[in-house]
Nanobody
């Protein structure tokens, strides 16, 4: 499966952005989907994930209550709605597809190219 992330940009602290990740192929609904981010000089980290079946979600503690992950299987797209953004949310955001929702990056099978999110103070 090929993944194309979009929707990043520059926003002031307290603002909102919605990221999208479009997937190719007919089996999108068979994959768990996740969002990760990597800030300059830091390791890539888990942000949020949504399961392939009942759509259960999980979030990193740092974004819980501010970010919402969702999916539209008819459009082969997963979204990340980001509210109340903080400067520390600045990073390149990546979407990923896999068989299970996990915070372990190594267990995700497919990755998108990333989209830059910059939050100014």
């Amino acid at each position: 499966v090929q993944l194309q992330a979009s929707g990043g940009g520059l926003v002031q602290a307290g603002g909102s952005l919605r990221l999208s990740c479009a997937a190719s192929g007919r089996t999108f609904s068979s994959y768990a989907m996740g969002w990760f981010r990597q800030a300059p000089g830091k390791e890539r980290e888990f942000v949020a994930a949504i399961s392939r079946s009942i759509g259960s979600t999980s979030y990193a503690r740092s974004v819980k209550g501010r970010f919402t992950i969702s999916r539209d299987n008819a459009k082969n797209t997963v979204y990340l709605q980001m509210n109340s953004l903080k400067p520390e949310d600045t990073a390149v955001y990546y979407c990923a597809a896999g068989w299970v929702t996990t915070t372990d990056l190594a267990k995700w099978d497919y990755w998108g190219q990333g989209t830059q999110v910059t939050v100014s103070s």
